[in-house]
């Protein structure tokens, strides 16, 4: 079966800091990856999307950056974190099989920056 | 550009109210609609989608959304609601741009139930 994995869960970090934030698909090859983000009181913001290795589209200027080294891996990172960072991270990969189509969505990462 | 308009952020119903979280959505070309729940401190699970058939499409939990071409809408329902159903919902459509597909979400709308 397919499934995704998002770590950490939560993530306090002080401003100026990095992050790595890293998802993993199991159970498909070639899926299209997504990072959304979600901040306080507001809906979820697509930040980039990949559609293969190395492949990486940024919806809106920001100061992440995403990168997808494997096929089932999806990284999203920041050389210096600013406190507008913090919210809520959730990873997603989509499919088409058997004439169904879906979209499956992380457990996502509560990011804090303080 | 595909966009998705969720005008209720916020929505108090007494339990066993039906309630209805509405949903409009522009796009020029044919559609996937998709209906998400966020309960607190989770994150996002799928409940319903419409994809294409029937326009009247149902979860396991007693929702249920119509999809309405005339009208560009796509709005959640349920007849009863319960305490368990207090989260956020999140409409979503599905688009295309030069073969990349990707979700565009409404703002949400948080459903509150009063006992």
């Known amino acids: 079966s397919q499934t995704i994995h998002q770590w950490p869960a939560t993530l306090v970090q002080p401003v100026g800091s990095p992050l790595s934030l890293e998802c993993t698909v199991e159970g498909t090859s070639n899926p299209n990856l997504y990072w959304y983000r979600q901040a306080a009181g507001r809906g979820l913001q697509l930040l980039f999307y990949?559609?293969?290795?190395?492949?990486i589209s940024s919806e809106v200027p920001q100061n992440l950056s995403a990168s997808r080294p494997q096929d089932r891996q999806f990284i999203l990172s920041s050389k210096k974190l600013l406190l507008s960072d913090s919210g809520f991270y959730l990873c997603?990969?989509?499919?088409?099989?058997?004439?169904?189509?879906?979209?499956?969505f992380g457990s996502g990462t509560r990011l804090t920056v303080v | 550009a595909q966009s998705v308009t969720q005008l209720d952020s916020q929505v108090p119903v007494f339990e066993e109210a039906p309630v209805e979280l509405r949903c409009n959505y522009s796009?020029?070309?044919?559609?996937?609609l998709f209906w998400y729940v966020q309960y607190p401190n989770q994150g996002l699970q799928l409940l319903l989608k419409?994809?294409?058939?029937?326009?009247l499409v149902k979860s396991i939990n007693g929702f249920e959304a119509e999809f309405n071409k005339s009208q560009t809408s796509f709005h959640l329902r349920k007849p009863s609601v319960h305490i368990s159903d207090t989260a956020e919902y999140f409409c979503?459509?599905?688009?295309?741009?030069?073969?990349?597909?990707?979700?565009?979400f409404g703002t949400g709308t948080r459903l509150t139930i009063i006992p």
């Open positions: 990949s559609v293969g290795i190395g492949q």
């Open positions: 997603a990969w989509s499919s088409y099989r058997g004439g169904v189509y879906g979209y499956t």
């Open positions: 796009s020029s070309v044919s559609v996937y």
């Open positions: 419409y994809l294409s058939g029937s326009t």
């Open positions: 979503a459509v599905r688009t295309l741009t030069f073969g990349n597909e990707k979700l565009t």
